[in-house]
């Protein structure tokens, strides 16, 4: 039998289908961005121009790393545990390390 991990048995799931769903939103706008900047014919995108998809992408992204910064804290201790496995984890497989944790970095709490 598979054991939880910290973020389930802290009842933090529900944050990462956030991050997901802000990640998915980030590579949806991402790819507006290039379709504009590749299309041969100038026409809006929603009526948006590339400026706008840009800051849009630029907003989403930034948002996606707030959140994965600040959401996911200790209960017990109240220390980020986001920003510990961006700082300590490869950009590949950061997203997996804080789903598979098994108890919190900072202080060993494991829900």
């Known amino acids: 039998m598979e054991q939880e991990s910290w973020i389930s048995r802290t009842q933090q799931f529900w ?14 706008s ?6 504009k900047t590749n299309e041969s014919v100038e ?16 907003g989403m992204a930034g948002s ?14 109240h220390q980020s545990v986001g ?11 950061c997203f997996t390390d804080l789903i598979s944790l098994g108890k919190c970095p900072h202080c060993g709490y494991s829900g």
């Open 15 to 28: 944050k990462v289908h956030v991050l997901l769903g802000l990640l998915l939103i980030t590579l949806i």
């Open 30 to 35: 991402f790819g507006g961005v290039l379709w």
């Open 43 to 58: 026409s809006a995108i929603f009526g948006l121009g590339t400026i706008e998809l840009v800051l849009i992408f630029i």
């Open 64 to 77: 996606t790393f707030s959140w994965m910064w600040f959401a996911f804290q200790c209960p017990e201790c």
């Open 83 to 93: 920003k510990w496995v961006m700082r300590h984890s490869s950009f590949n497989t």
